[in-house]
């Protein structure tokens, strides 16, 4: 079974710009979250979709933004982007079935603005 | 305070050690408990899933829940150069976002 994948692994953009990144989960995972990872902060959460529906989402500004289409694949887009929005973007899919409510992360989108 | 917490360490132990990671809850509603190793500038890779209290095995690695103390643990037994990286304890209610520990660093020393 494939894991969940993410494409582009690497990006550069400029300040002002904006992005998009995507996340394919693992067949059959109707649950998809998004997580912002840098050395200073950890990992922090950015939100979650679940059959198309945000259901849980962190404390980042409205810059950022996310979609969930109805195979489950997910976007996430981040306009005007600043220097500190430099990080490694994860995604991570879960089945949510009784039992089996772990998390699978992806490789992660490693994004530069310059 | 925060709803998890994990030393950062780091953590330096020689190859053949016995490795035991810590983490502490406060939030009543976790029911799911996680660990993630991660790699320097790679994703997390779930190591072990755990609903219950008690102990889960798998090879060289043994996650413990107490869900009383709201505590969990991760062992590593034979520990491996291979085994330096990072370990994130996660945990989660249902329907609920993860929520992470900041990370153990761990290192293995030949």
């Known amino acids: 079974k494939a894991g969940v994948t993410q494409t582009p692994r690497y990006l550069i953009k400029t300040r002002g710009q904006q992005v998009t990144l995507s996340c394919s989960p693992i067949s059959g995972h109707r649950s998809v979250s998004w997580y912002q990872q840098t050395p200073g902060q950890g990992l922090q959460f950015l939100f979650e979709?679940?059959?198309?529906?945000?259901?849980n989402k962190g404390n980042f500004p409205g810059r950022f933004s996310g979609r969930q289409f109805s195979n489950s694949r997910s976007e996430m887009n981040v306009s005007t982007l600043e220097l500190g929005d430099s990080a490694l973007y994860l995604c991570a899919s879960s089945l949510e079935t009784t039992g089996q409510d772990e998390q699978y992360f992806g490789p992660g989108t490693r994004l530069t603005v310059t | 305070q925060k709803e998890v917490e994990q030393d950062p360490g780091p953590l330096s132990v020689p190859e053949g050690a016995i490795v035991s990671l810590n983490c502490t809850y406060s939030?009543?509603?976790?029911?799911?408990f996680m660990w993630y190793r991660q790699y320097s500038r790679k994703g997390p890779e779930l190591l072990m899933y755990t609903y219950s209290s008690g102990n889960k095995e798998d090879g060289r690695f043994t996650a413990q829940v107490d869900k009383s103390s709201k505590y969990i643990s991760l062992f590593i037994r034979d520990s491996q150069p291979s085994d330096s990286a990072t370990y994130l304890c996660a945990m989660r209610g249902r329907g609920q976002k993860v929520t992470f520990g900041t990370g153990t660093k761990l290192q293995v020393i030949p």
């Open positions: 939030n009543s509603a976790f029911q799911y």
């Open positions: 979709y679940f059959s198309e529906t945000q259901r």
